[in-house]
């Protein structure tokens, strides 16, 4: 088994937002903001080779918006970043086997749809990939809650479902399309059902974080978002699975983070969790074995 990192289209958003009840005073010596209040923030895919297959963990925010959406939700390039990212490694979105989707806010599923054109409707890539789901967050996404409404893509739920390739995995199970050296582990304190992917390989582990840990600063446990479901759910999970991490040494794979991909967690010797390790990216293939 190994991985190689894949950076998808990056955002600028809202530093208050991102920070949830955090002062600002606080959050901006972690991630300066601009002018606008906002930070910079990366969407990260991961790639895994293993068993004769290619895996992909999400696909990031994707070129799907027209300009004035991209604009609001501060899309930085106007050209579909994880394609290229593909590309600069010799392959393309037609060469990935299968597509695991922690959930399907735009920013983590907006990289299935080809870039934005005023005279087409919105079309998955992908075209020969199994695409895998919760089914709480699947469901999530066909019928949202007002509050988190505008952060789904309203026609990606029935473009899974006619794609024929969609696989919907149940709180505990492992994937058909894959073997037991992919595990899931489902959390709510972010969104209902949220997938997270735990790669093990023969002698390392990885923990794919999506929105439960965007990055290095949220590792501060009381620290969450403005955009999660349920802050106090968030960080009892937190708990759980840091003190399992610290145990295993398992490496925590961050979606959103600027800065670093990978790092490992301990305690401080004030009790608190902390990044141990980090690796800024991991642009060369990294085996777990």
């Avoid at 609001?72 to 037609?94: F, I, K, T, W």
């Avoid at 965007?214 to 802050?231: F, K, Q, S």
């Avoid at 399992?244 to 969790?273: M, Q, Y």
Wanted: with cysteine; aromatic share 8%.
């Amino acid at each position: 088994m190994r991985i190689l990192e894949l950076l998808g289209n990056s955002q600028r958003l809202d530093g208050g937002a991102m920070f949830g009840n955090a002062p600002r005073a606080l959050w901006s010596r972690w991630l300066p903001p601009d002018e606008h209040g906002r930070i910079a923030l990366k969407c990260r895919a991961l790639l895994v080779e293993h068993a004769g297959l290619r895996v992909l963990l999400e696909t990031g925010i994707g070129n799907f918006f027209a300009p004035d959406k991209r604009e609001r939700y501060g899309v930085v390039e106007p050209s579909h970043v994880l394609c290229d990212s593909l590309a600069a490694h010799g392959m393309s979105d037609a060469d990935v086997d299968v597509v695991i989707l922690s959930h399907l806010h735009f920013d983590h599923a907006g990289g299935l749809l080809a870039s934005y054109s005023p005279d087409s409707a919105p079309r998955l890539l992908f075209p020969n990939a199994r695409f895998i789901v919760g089914c709480e967050a699947f469901e999530r996404a066909k019928r949202p809650h007002l509050r988190d409404r505008a952060s789904f893509i309203p026609e990606l739920p029935a473009l899974l479902e006619a794609s024929g390739r969609l696989e919907l995995v149940p709180s505990g199970v492992t994937a058909s399309a894959l073997g037991t050296d992919f595990s899931f582990v489902t959390t709510q304190g972010h969104t209902q059902g949220m997938l997270h992917t735990w790669l093990k390989g023969a002698k390392q582990s990885v923990f794919f974080c999506a929105d439960l840990v965007p990055g290095v600063p949220w590792v501060h446990l009381p620290i969450t978002m403005g955009y999660d479901r349920c802050a106090e759910t968030l960080v009892d999970e937190k708990v759980r699975l840091f003190e399992e991490f610290e145990r295993s040494r398992t490496w925590l794979c961050f979606t959103h983070d600027p800065n670093v991909a990978l790092a490992r967690i301990g305690l401080h010797s004030k009790g608190h969790f902390e990044t141990k390790e980090t690796h800024a990216q991991v642009a060369r293939w990294y085996s777990l074995d």
